[in-house]
């Protein structure tokens, strides 16, 4: 089994074709939405397959370390980035394939109208070995 992430943006990626923004769904879009996910994630634990999933929320901070005995800097938020990450479902599966087929599967997920979006996913595996090092 590998693990993948799913990441889901809010912009960053190709537009959707059902590309009304979420902050425009009514109430029962978004349960819809949310219901689909759901529903999604519980067949996955069914199977053995799903790992864990977030909904991120829009607003964030970058952090950095400035130096021994200094406060954190912070700067931001950045609205390149917060507005690109809507949130991400992590899956354990048997090949590339498979995590291909349901990212296609979690694109279909209501949207306006109660249409699919066919939103653009972004699948990563997870890193299992050190990258080689380059000297």
């Keep these: 089994m590998a693990k993948y992430l799913l990441l889901k943006h809010y912009r960053g990626a190709p537009a959707p074709v059902n590309d009304v923004p979420m902050d425009r769904w009514t109430p029962e879009e978004i349960s819809a939405h949310v219901r689909y996910m759901q529903d999604f994630a519980a067949r996955l634990e069914r199977t053995g397959e799903f790992v864990d ?36 479902m992590v899956i354990d599966v048997d090949s590339r394939e498979r995590a291909v087929e349901l990212a296609g599967e979690l694109s279909a997920a209501p949207g306006s109208g109660g249409k699919p979006i066919h939103e653009w996913l972004e699948v990563r595996p997870f890193l299992t070995a050190h990258p080689p090092t380059t000297e």
């Design 53 to 88: 999933s977030q909904a991120l929320a829009p607003e964030g901070t970058f952090v950095r370390y400035d130096g021994e005995g200094r406060p954190p800097v912070t700067d931001g938020p950045f609205a390149e980035t917060k507005d690109l990450i809507a949130g991400w």
